[in-house]
């Protein structure tokens, strides 16, 4: 099915006003239901059947690989991580991961080919050039990889770990997808996280990048760090642009110390106020549109011809657990500790921990700590959240035909919630269809929140950061 965006994507109307209204906190809608709705009642065994059900469809293969080690402490860091040196760690760690690839392997059939591979952390380029390749060798063994004109291989590169050989080598084992970790390059806020790299540093791997023809290069950014003032990060802004990444990811600095120790060290008082935080996402979206980047949406940005505006263009881009992708609807499989599978209608969690997760594999289980297995009623609501929040539109009669109910009357209630964002100019309501607004654009949580029946069991505050 072709969907059609609302508006296009550079339209953005900044009204500080209506942030302010809005910015409560909330879901980042990486997926619906959202992990707080997965249980320790949902199994390995389920898990397995539904895995072994999927294999009647014809959907290709995602993988996502956890690495969580990290060699130092960046102190905003709220990501599934373990600070080590210890060597012995990481290859015992290794050794589980490569018995989960064999177990989950032998799930699914070989017909069914993996399009996209995502490797995340910690610092996936924490392994060396040995631990890498023996890695990617066991899960093309495992595995039946696409064509490589057909792949989106993708790995996540903290700039301290790898020079220009690291990424000619990276490229030798498939990837063709980079997203390097930026944050911000004015070294006052550096020293505040403890995470220091020079725009020399980035400026090397982005042209050896570019030099091994890697289809993206993306940037991850961060508004509301410590120290962060409007003048510095234009001079961030400035670098950025002039080098020039396909996409940019600009995401809001959530402090919440009392659930991540790294935070605490970082004092209350260095953190920018509200208004200057807003400041500088105004200024990042001005500086970005002008510079020709289109805003996807949820903190992300590419050039007009980068594959996720494509994707917006023809109807394939989706929401998932990396933020937004280009492949419509893979079956995602998890691997390693806390990564997160969505196979068929069902959520998996493994463990957390390493010990857990290799604790349930050396009694010869999956290692799946909790899960959901998605009712019909959240898989409507899943497809409208991701209508909006990819398109920006969604038309009744359409949707109606896909899920056979009567839009106006299965939401009578989410509409009613939705007719004062309409009153406040994040939303048209019409009787054909919802269009979200330039306004609205910036809060696309905000709006896909009140589609959520499960907000009311939630610790909303204590759980979620701020919209913006």
Do not use: W
Request: charged share 25%; aromatic share 10%.
């Amino acid at each position: 099915m072709l969907h059609m965006a609302a508006v296009h994507p550079n339209q953005i109307r900044f009204d500080a006003n209506l942030i302010r209204r809005y910015d409560g906190r909330g879901p980042r809608y990486t997926s619906y239901p959202t992990a707080l709705q997965f249980t320790e009642r949902f199994t390995g065994d389920e898990y397995r059947e539904f895995a072994l059900q999927s294999n009647s469809s014809d959907r290709p293969l995602s993988l996502y690989v956890h690495i969580p080690f990290c060699r130092s402490l960046c102190y905003y860091c709220g990501c599934n991580k373990i600070v080590t040196r210890n060597q012995e760690r990481v290859s015992r760690y290794l050794d589980y991961l490569h018995r989960e690839i064999s177990m989950q392997a032998g799930l699914f059939t070989t017909s069914r080919r993996v399009t996209q591979l995502h490797f995340g952390g910690g610092t996936p380029t924490y392994l060396d050039a040995a631990h890498l390749g023996d890695l990617m060798a066991t899960l093309e063994r495992a595995f039946a990889f696409a064509p490589s004109s057909e792949r989106e291989f993708s790995i996540e590169v903290d700039p301290r770990t790898v020079d220009e050989q690291a990424i000619r080598f990276l490229a030798s084992l498939g990837f063709n997808r980079l997203s390097l970790g930026v944050q911000d390059f004015d070294t006052a806020v550096q020293r505040a996280v403890n995470r220091m790299q020079s725009e020399v540093q980035v400026r090397s791997l982005l042209d050896a990048a570019r030099a091994a023809q890697f289809k993206s290069i993306s940037f991850d950014l961060i508004y509301g760090l410590p120290l962060q003032t409007v003048s510095g990060f234009e001079r961030t802004l400035d670098t950025v642009i002039a080098m020039r990444p396909d996409r940019l990811a600009v995401y809001n600095y959530a402090h919440l110390p009392a659930r991540f120790k790294g935070q605490r060290m970082i004092p209350a008082e260095q953190i920018p106020q509200p208004d200057t935080k807003l400041a500088i996402l105004q200024q990042t979206i001005t500086r970005l549109s002008a510079a020709g980047y289109s805003y996807i949406g949820m903190d992300h940005f590419a050039l007009p011809d980068d594959e996720l505006v494509v994707a917006r263009r023809n109807g394939s881009l989706q929401r998932n657990f990396q933020g937004y992708a280009t492949h419509k609807r893979c079956d995602l499989i998890g691997l390693g500790a806390s990564a997160i599978s969505h196979v068929g209608d069902s959520f998996a969690q493994n463990a957390v921990t390493t010990q857990a997760y290799e604790a349930l594999l050396d009694d010869g289980r999956l290692p799946i700590l909790k899960g959901l297995a998605i009712d019909a009623d959240d898989l409507i609501r899943a497809d409208v959240m991701q209508a909006l929040m990819c398109y920006d539109s969604l038309q009744y009669a359409e949707f109606d035909r896909r899920h056979g109910i009567v839009f106006a009357d299965y939401f009578r209630a989410e509409l009613e919630r939705l007719a004062v964002l309409d009153r406040d100019g994040l939303v048209q309501l019409a009787d054909t269809h919802i269009a979200v607004t330039p306004r609205g654009r910036l809060l696309l949580r905000s709006i896909a929140m009140c589609f959520d029946r499960h907000l009311a069991d939630a610790d909303v505050n204590e759980r979620f950061s701020k919209a913006i």
